[in-house]
């Protein structure tokens, strides 16, 4: 078989999608001169009025609200975090609602820090709250500015752990750094796909 080239793809893209489009731009990038490289974010209050007033889900104006301010620069670790250096405890916890979160530690490796959050429901003896989805993104202020990504999350039963990537590496002394964390959930993205296997299985003598 020979070789051949790829097709156009088809598209229906009109003058509408278009002048959408490019007022995004327009807006992105007068955002991103106004903010000089600095990250701004609208308080609690300011996310709630506009999920009511847009039809939005707050985590996912917050993830909007995290990608205008990550976009200041690139997020650079093509071989990843590198070699392990150490641990640092972070040992701070908050409790909201009916569930408490914990930052434990801090996987200190050559090129970033490895934050593990753990999520813990207070009440499982009273009720089942099955698996829990955390739409969630881990903000870190201080006299660095910090980029950080999710690093896979597991867990169930009221109980689930979350990673953190960050770069550059915190500092041994987080006297000065500031942990939170916001509302995140890409407002494109589609649910994973449940397969419900209910029926009767027989193993049969070989």
């Not at 088809?10 to 992105?28: G, N, P, V």
């Not at 109980?159 to 590496?169: A, K, R, V």
Request: with cysteine; net charge negative.
């Amino acid at each position: 078989m020979g070789w051949a080239e790829f097709e156009q793809v088809k598209s229906e893209y009109t003058d509408f999608y278009k002048k959408i489009d490019e007022e995004i731009i327009r807006l992105l990038c007068e955002r991103k001169a106004a903010a000089k490289g600095k990250r701004y974010s609208p308080p609690a209050e300011l996310l709630e009025e506009w999920s009511q007033k847009y039809k939005m889900k707050v985590s996912e104006i917050g993830w909007l609200m995290h990608e205008l301010n990550d976009g200041s620069g690139p997020f650079y670790m093509p071989e990843g975090p590198g070699e392990l250096l150490g641990v640092i405890q972070i040992m701070k916890k908050s409790t909201v609602g009916d569930f408490d979160y914990i930052l434990t530690h801090a996987m200190q490796h050559e090129h970033g820090s490895i934050v593990t959050l753990e999520i813990n429901y207070k009440n499982k003896e009273n009720e089942n709250i099955g698996h829990i989805i955390p739409h969630l993104m881990l903000e870190i202020t201080g006299p660095t500015e910090y980029k950080v990504a999710k690093k896979g999350s597991r867990g169930g039963g009221g109980n689930t752990q979350m990673g953190f990537l960050i770069s550059p590496p915190l500092p041994s002394d987080l006297t000065e750094i500031h942990f939170a964390l916001i509302p995140y959930a890409p407002p494109m993205e589609f649910p994973p796909k449940e397969v419900v296997l209910d029926q009767e299985v027989i193993f049969r003598k070989s």
